[in-house]
């Protein structure tokens, strides 16, 4: 089945400083990458849509230099938390939908999620 | 009115039980409906997909789609404590974001 890896599973850093999510599809090339957001006891808030070679599409209320998103390649986007804060603290997932088959979309696969501790 | 919903339970059953997991949902549009499994501290791991109406069945798992209800279900039978996490619905239409319930959480004991 398809693979998602995600990098780093567990991150804790000072406020202010800047954090990099990577999130890799191993085995199937994804032109599209999502990112999530979730909260405790939550379920899963959709941040952005990756798109390889060009711009992210943000959700309404997420900003856009906060959370910088890039997908460079086929099998590789990055979410970095720009000049993060405590309220930024949360669990971060992305996922990866195969390519399309039979004309149909496919499901998403999602890598285990990042956990960010802001101090 | 929100569009996925799903009771967030939480649900205890003993072991080798038949759970029922259920979602209703108000957009007709949606075409695709897929279930997750989301252990603590995980990503969600897919589960069963579906494309528009019907069953699927796979091993103890068995989704349901009525789409003139708008209503997904989920069937796990001889539960195992191993079952015991969260499981999420998910639907979207052609090529859009999947919209999420709000996931039922599940404690099977043994």
């Known amino acids: 089945g398809a693979v998602v890896s995600q990098h780093p599973s567990w991150v804790i850093c000072k406020s202010g400083t800047s954090v990099k999510i990577e999130c890799r599809s191993l085995d199937f090339q994804a032109t599209t990458m999502f990112w999530y957001r979730q909260f405790p006891k939550q379920s899963l808030m959709l941040m952005a849509t990756?798109?390889?070679?060009?711009?992210?599409?943000?959700e309404q209320g997420v900003e856009k230099d906060k959370f910088l998103i890039n997908h460079a390649s086929l099998t590789l986007s990055t979410l970095t938390v720009t000049s993060a804060h405590p309220e930024d603290s949360s669990f971060y997932i992305c996922s990866a939908r195969d390519p399309p088959g039979q004309g149909r979309d496919q499901p998403q696969h999602f890598g285990d999620g990042t956990r960010l501790s802001i101090l | 009115q929100k569009e996925v919903e799903q009771d967030p339970g939480p649900l205890s059953v003993p072991e080798g039980a038949i759970v029922s997991l259920n979602c209703t949902y108000s957009n007709s549009a949606f075409q695709y409906f897929m279930w997750y499994r989301q252990y603590s501290r995980k990503g969600p791991e897919l589960l069963m997909y579906?494309?528009?109406?019907g069953n699927k069945e796979d091993g103890r798992f068995t989704a349901q789609v009525d789409k003139s209800s708008k209503y997904i279900s989920l069937f796990i039978r001889d539960s195992q404590p191993s079952d015991s996490a969260t499981y999420l619905c998910?639907?979207?239409?052609?090529?859009?974001?999947?919209?999420f319930g709000k996931g039922t959480t599940l404690s099977v004991s043994s």
């Open positions: 579906t494309y528009s109406s």
């Open positions: 998910a639907m979207s239409e052609a090529g859009t974001a999947l919209i």
């Open positions: 990756s798109n390889e070679g060009s711009k992210a599409t943000y």
